[in-house]
C-alpha cells in the first residue's frame, strides 16, 4: 500500500517518528543517569528532550493518523494500525504526564511517579515501534507498489515497478 503523504517520494511520518522516540528515550537514559550521579543538570536536559518529543510526537500522530485512514477497512493492517496509534496516544499522555508534574520542580527533577510514567512510556515504545514495523515490514503499509531492489530513485518521478529491465538469472536484462 503506497503511503499518501510524501516528502521527496518518500512517506513523512517514518522520517517524523525518529525524532520524538529518540528524544523521549533519551529523556528517560538522562534520568536513570541523574538518578545515578545526581547532577541537576540532566533533569533539565530531559525535561527539555520530553517538551520537543511531545511536540514531535503529535505532528507525527497527525500524519500517521492520515495514513491510516487510507488503509483499508477490516484488513489485518488497519487494526494492527489501531493499536499502533492509540498504544503512541497514551505514550504522548504518559510522558506529558511527567512532563507536567516536572514543571516548577527544583531543576525539573523528575518526581518518583513522574520517573515511573517516562519508563511506561518508553517500554510501550518498544510496543508500538514493533506494531509499526509489522505494518511496514510485514504488511507492506506505507512501501509503494511494486518497490524492488532495482526501483528508480524516489525523485525520477517514475513508478517503483519501472526498472528499464527485467530480472532474468539473477542479472537485470533489458528489452
Known amino acids: ?49 520530553i517538551t520537543a518529543g511531545l511536540i514531535g510526537g503529535l505532528l507525527a500522530a497527525v500524519i500517521g ?17 489501531l493499536y499502533h496509534g492509540l498504544g503512541n496516544l497514551v505514550i504522548v499522555l504518559l510522558f506529558a504526564g511527567s512532563w507536567w508534574l516536572r514543571t516548577g520542580a527544583a531543576n525539573n527533577a523528575p518526581s518518583t511517579v513522574a520517573f515511573i510514567l517516562s519508563l511506561l512510556g518508553f517500554a510501550l515504545a518498544l510496543v508500538t515501534g514493533w506494531l509499526g514495523g509489522e505494518l511496514v515490514y510485514r504488511l507492506g503499509v506505507g512501501v509503494d507498489h511494486g518497490a524492488n531492489v532495482n526501483a528508480p530513485n ?22
Do not use: C, Q
Not at 23 to 39: E, G, M, P, Q, R
Not at 155 to 175: I, M, N, V
Open 154 to 175: 524516489s525523485l525520477s518521478g517514475k513508478e517503483a515497478s519501472t526498472t528499464g529491465g527485467r530480472r532474468h538469472s539473477g542479472r537485470t536484462t533489458t528489452r
Open 1 to 49: 500500500m503506497n503511503s499518501r503523504v510524501k516528502l521527496l517520494g518518500h512517506p513523512l511520518h517514518p522520517m517524523l517518528i525518529v525524532y520524538p522516540l529518540g528524544l523521549l528515550s533519551t529523556a528517560v537514559i538522562f534520568d536513570l543517569i541523574y538518578k545515578w550521579v545526581n547532577n541537576a543538570v540532566f533533569p533539565v536536559v530531559s525535561y527539555w528532550m
Open 65 to 81: 493518523f492520515t495514513e491510516w485512514l487510507a488503509v483499508p477497512n477490516n484488513s489485518r493492517a488497519k487494526s494492527i494500525g
